[in-house]
């Protein structure tokens, strides 16, 4: 099992950057691949950015690529989003997701643990 607390959300107007981070705690964080997924009110929960184990190799949703990066640190257990040039449409609770998988995992129903969301509001 491994317990994961998200934070760094808010309010930030558009065209602002927000960094996420991912507390990761229990079993060895190095062994999941990890990931972002976001849900806006009324919608359903969307992929955002996957990492592997080892931090080498990410996958982002097409929409999101140039804006949001993410990254790891598994000495720290950690997980990060930087997200940039934010949007009123990127508004959503952000959750990351671990995985114990070795293939590429898109979809929410892929990942056995998660964070309770942190919420991130971009205004116009």
């Known amino acids: 099992q491994v317990d994961l607390v998200e934070s760094g959300g808010g309010l930030v107007q558009a065209g602002g950057s927000l960094r996420l981070s991912c507390a990761a705690s229990?079993?060895?964080?190095?062994?999941?691949?990890m990931a972002w997924f976001r849900q806006a009110p009324g919608k359903e929960r969307e992929f955002v950015a996957r990492i592997n184990r080892a931090g080498g190799n990410t996958n982002y949703a097409d929409s999101l690529k140039g804006r949001f990066t993410i990254s790891r640190d598994n000495a720290k257990y950690m997980l990060y989003l930087q997200m940039s040039s934010l949007r009123p449409e990127d508004t959503a609770v952000y959750y990351c997701a671990a995985s114990s998988s070795f293939s590429i995992r898109l979809r929410p129903s892929e990942y056995a643990y998660w964070g309770q969301g942190t919420q991130v509001t971009v205004s116009s």
């Open positions: 229990g079993r060895t964080f190095s062994n999941y691949a």
